[in-house]
T-cell receptor
């Protein structure tokens, strides 16, 4: 039982390159989230998906797109990476009723 | 929208001492959940303790306990008999439960964190 799995764990991109961060869960949760963590800022919500087929913007969605491929998978895409997107990215899921959240191990992304 | 404030960017105590981390929040909701997460250098987000707003009794988990003051919108974390392994970033977070229709705000709202250092 892996829980929430993110790939890759580390990535370095050049400005303007694109990439997709992958997240998969085996917890059978409906809700999935993408957060970014910057020093001194805590974690901020980028996008979320309350159920398969739906996605909504969070606090900091600019420069990102998401795709809820199925119940298990929720991907985050950077179309044209910028140095301001250097951050640690976390995928998370929450229980039915939104009473607890579970996190992946994070992806450290550096844009040079 | 909810906000969560952690006013202590960094704290340092000696091993075996008791330390209290502060958290205040702002919401117009009556029912919600509050959490403390620990993030060690491995960056894994580890749930330390959870409190339901409708419960008056403060949550406890071994050496970790909270002081939940709903009227004051305060949710502090007390760590007793602190250990070197408690050194980490600690985040206070707020979550709205989903209502019966499946609606309601989604996701956790986090404070900016407190870096706790336990000195030997």
């Amino acid at each position: 039982n892996a829980g929430v799995t993110q790939t890759p764990k580390f990535q370095v991109l050049k400005t303007g390159q694109s990439m997709t961060l992958q997240c998969a869960q085996d917890m059978n949760h409906n809700s999935m989230y993408w957060y970014r963590q910057d020093p001194g800022m805590g974690l901020r919500l980028i996008y979320y998906s309350a159920s398969e087929g739906t996605t909504d913007k969070g606090e900091v969605p600019n420069g990102y797109n998401v795709s809820r491929l199925n119940k298990r998978e929720f991907s985050l895409r950077l179309e044209s990476a910028a140095p301001s997107q250097t951050s640690v990215y976390f995928c998370a899921t929450s229980t039915q009723g939104n009473t607890e959240a579970f996190f992946g191990q994070g992806t450290r992304l550096t844009v040079v | 929208a909810q906000t969560v404030t952690q006013s202590q960017p960094e704290m340092s105590v000696q091993e075996a001492e008791t330390v209290t981390l502060s958290c205040t929040y702002d919401t117009s909701e009556n029912n919600y959940y509050l959490f403390w997460y620990k993030q060690p250098p491995s960056r894994q987000m580890i749930l330390v303790i959870r409190q339901e707003a409708y419960k008056q009794q403060n949550a406890t988990e071994n050496r970790f306990s909270v002081n939940f003051q709903k009227a004051a919108k305060s949710f502090s974390l007390k760590i007793s008999d602190s250990q070197l392994g408690d050194t980490a970033m600690y985040f206070c977070a707020f979550m709205n439960p989903r209502d019966n229709s499946g609606g309601g705000a989604d996701g956790l709202t986090f404070g900016k964190g407190t870096h706790l250092i336990i000195q030997p």
